[in-house]
């Protein structure tokens, strides 16, 4: 009989968990359509919903362990950065300062999950990406060079965060953590370029929807 409840319990818990990433996935999709076809309620509703519902699944996790924390906070500070990046009037500069404090809270995270010896080939790679980042964006970054600048910096390292936390935990956990990071840094790469080199042909549904998926990523490692 026992069994049978776990069962029953195991499955009703499957169960919600689809609905709540279903919710997720159609916020996400709503928020993606207004871009493109309105209303601007829609577009300035469903981008923060999306996230807070992230952040409700984040909190359901019980948020005992510093990494869990941690995530959760870098939520906090990304919703704060989409609302800023959202005005009529966009603050970029304050919304990258928000992003940026979100990507220190999350490298935090994954360098506290650390269990072995640095690999020193892995950052490597990726600050060589980013100076090829940078030195493509220069040309347009007038007065915003020194932020942009490390910005970049920023996300790569913590890009090597989840790079170190996979390499040396070889867990599932730190997998979601390393692609959701490759995911946000290519999504930040793109958000770049449409700001400062113009816009490109779907650019909307593809920064936001790597945004998202990266995000979910993170809260997802959060489950297991």
Do not use: C
């Not at 979100?102 to 990406?129: C, D, E, K, N, R």
């Amino acid at each position: 009989m026992r069994l049978g409840f776990y069962t029953v319990s195991a499955y009703n818990y499957i169960g919600d968990a689809m609905w709540v990433w279903l919710a997720i996935s159609l916020s996400s999709l709503l928020h993606i359509n207004a871009a493109y076809h309105g209303p601007k309620w829609q577009f300035y509703l469903f981008k923060p919903f999306t996230m807070i519902l992230l952040l409700i699944v984040a909190w359901q996790t019980g948020l005992g362990s510093f990494y869990q924390q941690a995530i959760f906070g870098g939520l906090l500070l990304s919703i704060v950065g989409d609302v800023l990046l959202m005005q009529p009037q966009k603050r970029f500069v304050q919304g990258l300062i928000s992003f940026l404090l979100a990507h220190i809270v999350y490298s935090v995270a994954f360098w506290s999950q650390l269990s072995g010896s640095i690999v020193w080939w892995f950052p490597a790679m990726l600050f060589a990406g980013g100076v090829i980042v940078f030195l493509l964006l220069l040309p347009s970054l007038g007065r915003l060079i020194l932020p942009v600048a490390v910005y970049i910096a920023m996300i790569t390292q913590m890009a090597w965060a989840a790079g170190e936390f996979w390499l040396t935990a070889q867990s599932t956990v730190g997998l979601l953590a390393l692609v959701g990071a490759l995911i946000f840094v290519v999504s930040d790469i793109l958000l770049a370029i449409e700001h400062f080199r113009g816009s490109f042909k779907h650019s909307v549904s593809v920064i936001m929807g790597t945004y998202f998926l990266a995000q979910s990523l993170f809260v997802a490692s959060l489950l297991l």
